[in-house]
């Protein structure tokens, strides 16, 4: 194939995307995800070049990927992964390797964590043999309480792993202070809070790793797909060996011998020369991404700056109709952590006490007449049948934790909502905030209410 050829297809890939045709939103009858991807024919025409290539494993979009990425978040590595859920397996088993010495985390060490949040921030601890050590949570940021952290600690403690929730960041600073202090791992999780800053410094930075997820609900997309970051050269090779099968070569797809003695290797009980290609450092996955994933990442990662502004755009948005409309009465509406500045993942509304509204029938309401919702993951996570036989420990009560799991639901502000999106949206929760109080609804409001 020419290179005439090749821009040719990719041209008419491009033209075919910006071409296709964009239903009108009709208030009632088009459904408003809570979560969505926005597209455009830069991210077409990347696909197509990286496919063109037919190089259907990680290629030279991975690699710029994963230098932009890490050069976009502030650290100095980046590994691609299939999932956020992934990086979060990646980077905690990091901190299991024999290479750390007797700084690695062993079975039965204690993690603090907490439980309020999406199953995959806790698992990797669990599937380590560790024990997870939860406490609980604010209302206002829907963040871990940083003050029952110093009474949590054991001598098994050896680690931190907590997320941001949904783009709001929880007091990073604060904890990345305390696990110092302690000697403790801390490990963020940024998968819904890509682009969010404490104290003017990005989150991630704070700890020795962090994730990101790419899935379409998230900041950027890939499809699926996600990636781990840190500064450390070792963790940086440790999270390649688990990516990578748990080998110890670090050679690229497609290369050999880069470090000229491919043959001259004697490690564990092999004998010496064994193929270090085939040489095998730690129990690990395959977990790579394709060159077609990464060169959608590549093209996204151009417009996370946008995106991001969109959803503080989005949330101060529905926050003024939402109190135009006086629902903070009946609602705790989210509250940034203080010195931070968010990259919202979504609008969590808190039912409060005393209001009469019942969360389910709520939800069940708003999504019948399209305003998608979703609660906050898993509420709490030692109430999941998943945890039934899972070692964990719980420190003091975790309230505020089921008061999320009863009665707290969120709302989108991602950037493919506009403003007649948002009016929908706060005029529907209103009305149907009223019917379930038993209050007439009059006038405009009506039309919400079919």
């Known amino acids: 194939m020419s290179d005439g050829q090749r821009s040719a297809i990719i041209q008419l890939a491009r033209e075919y995307f910006e071409n296709r045709p964009q239903p009108e939103f009709v208030p009632g009858v088009t459904y408003i995800p809570p979560s969505g991807k926005v597209m455009d024919a830069d991210d077409c025409a990347h696909l197509i070049d990286a496919s063109l290539d037919m190089w259907l494993t990680a290629g030279r979009f991975a690699d710029q990927f994963e230098e932009e990425l890490a050069a976009k978040f502030g650290r100095r590595y980046s590994k691609l992964t299939v999932s956020g859920s992934a990086a979060n397996l990646l980077a905690f088993a990091c901190l299991t390797s024999w290479k750390l010495g007797e700084k690695r985390i062993k079975p039965g060490d204690e993690v603090i964590t907490v439980a309020a949040g999406f199953p995959t921030t806790v698992t990797p601890i669990v599937q380590y043999g560790c024990i997870p050590v939860f406490v609980d949570v604010d209302l206002a940021t829907h963040n871990v309480d940083v003050d029952l952290l110093e009474a949590a600690i054991t001598d098994k403690t050896r680690a931190v792993m907590i997320a941001h929730s949904l783009g709001n960041p929880f007091d990073v600073a604060r904890v990345a202070a305390f696990c110092k202090q302690h000697k403790l791992y801390l490990i963020e999780d ?128 529905l926050e003024k109709r939402l109190r135009e409309r006086r629902l903070d009465e009946y609602y705790h509406l989210p509250e940034p952590t203080p010195g931070t500045e968010p990259s919202w993942f979504g609008y969590l509304l808190t039912v409060r006490d005393g209001s009469g509204i019942n969360r389910n029938d709520l939800v069940r309401t708003l999504e019948e007449r399209k305003v998608g919702t979703r609660l906050l993951f898993a509420g709490n996570l030692t109430k999941q049948p998943a945890f039934r036989d899972v070692e964990y420990r719980v420190h003091g009560t975790l309230t505020n934790t089921d008061k999320i799991m009863n009665d707290s639901f969120w709302i989108g502000v991602w950037p493919g909502i506009d403003g007649q999106r948002m009016d929908y949206m706060a005029d529907t929760l209103l009305a149907v905030t009223r019917e379930l109080r038993g209050e007439r609804v009059e006038g405009p409001l009506e039309q919400a209410a079919p």
């Open 190 to 317: 940024c998968c819904d809070a890509f682009g969010a800053y404490v104290q003017g410094q990005h989150v991630g930075t704070f700890g020795d790793v962090a994730t990101l997820s790419f899935y379409p609900a998230h900041h950027i997309t890939m499809g699926e797909g996600g990636a781990v970051l840190m500064n450390s050269p070792l963790l940086a090779k440790i999270a390649e060996s688990f990516r990578d099968w748990g080998r110890d070569c670090y050679c690229k797809p497609g290369l050999d011998n880069t470090c000229n003695k491919r043959f001259g290797w004697r490690l564990g009980q092999l004998p010496k020369g064994y193929d270090h290609k085939y040489t095998y450092s730690h129990v690990g996955y395959n977990l790579k991404v394709s060159d077609m994933q990464a060169a959608v990442g590549v093209s996204q990662l151009k417009k996370l700056d946008r995106f991001v502004q969109r959803r503080r755009e989005n949330f101060a948005g």
